[in-house]
């Protein structure tokens, strides 16, 4: 099974402070992407990449920048945080040309 | 509005029971997968249906997909309390892209 590992997995920024989210995966996989999921809600995608030095923007992007420096990582970057941005993000990876996304254990953010 | 989206926010039965849960989709896809979220971890996926398929299974898991009328089912038999999670459908298109629904709690009594 994929490793996929996100760090921190608790945070508390202030509102206009600027947040980095980073996310690791040890198996190779070309394809990372970033969601966040709300309380009671299903996860709506951010960013993604389709490998190292690539990133498109996802279904809600606004407000979010990614970089993806090498295959293994993936980092969500809050420029100037809002306290709306206050929720869980989850980081994925997949291979290319397959449909499995693995899933990290998330990080909770709180924007005060 | 919604692409995919679960049609109960919440179940619960008690263990031995069977369950089901469904879905439904408002555009045209590839496939079709369901994931499952225990409390304070990551979605992880239980069955990938593809669209040219009508039934897959897994375990104790059965998913069906409809495409004429753009819905899916996961049904779950012989339901343990570790299946309490959040189950969620979510719709892949041709750009590789996921879209998940709201999930359904479902909660299985001892």
């Known amino acids: 099974e994929a490793a996929v590992t996100q760090s921190p997995r608790n945070k508390v920024a202030v509102t206009g402070g600027k947040v980095t989210l980073s996310c690791n995966q040890t198996?190779?996989?070309?394809?990372m992407y970033w969601y966040r999921q709300d309380t009671g809600h299903g996860l709506r995608l951010i960013h993604y990449?389709?490998?190292?030095?690539?990133?498109e923007k996802g279904d809600i992007p606004d407000g979010y920048k990614a970089s993806r420096p090498s295959q293994e990582n993936f980092s969500l970057i809050l420029e100037l945080a809002t306290p709306s941005q206050t929720s869980v993000y989850f980081c994925?990876?997949?291979?290319?040309?397959?449909?499995?996304?693995?899933f990290g254990p998330g990080t909770r953010l709180l924007v005060l | 509005s919604q692409l995919a989206e679960e049609n109960s926010w919440a179940l619960s039965v008690h263990e031995g029971e069977s369950v089901t849960v469904n879905c439904s989709y408002k555009?045209?896809?590839?496939?079709l997968q369901w994931y499952r979220q225990k409390s304070g971890k990551g979605p992880a996926q239980l069955i990938l249906?593809?669209?040219?398929?009508r039934e897959k299974r897994n375990g104790r898991l059965r998913a069906t997909l409809d495409t004429s009328s753009q819905s899916s089912s996961l049904s779950i038999t012989a339901t343990r309390c570790e299946d309490t999670a959040v189950y969620f459908c979510a719709t892949e298109t041709n750009t590789g892209k996921l879209t998940f629904g709201d999930g359904t709690v479902l909660t299985v009594k001892p």
């Open positions: 990449s389709y490998g190292a030095g690539s990133t």
């Open positions: 555009t045209s896809i590839t496939a």
């Open positions: 249906i593809r669209s040219n398929e």
């Open positions: 994925a990876s997949g291979d290319r040309g397959q449909d499995t996304q693995y």
């Open positions: 198996n190779n996989h070309n394809n």
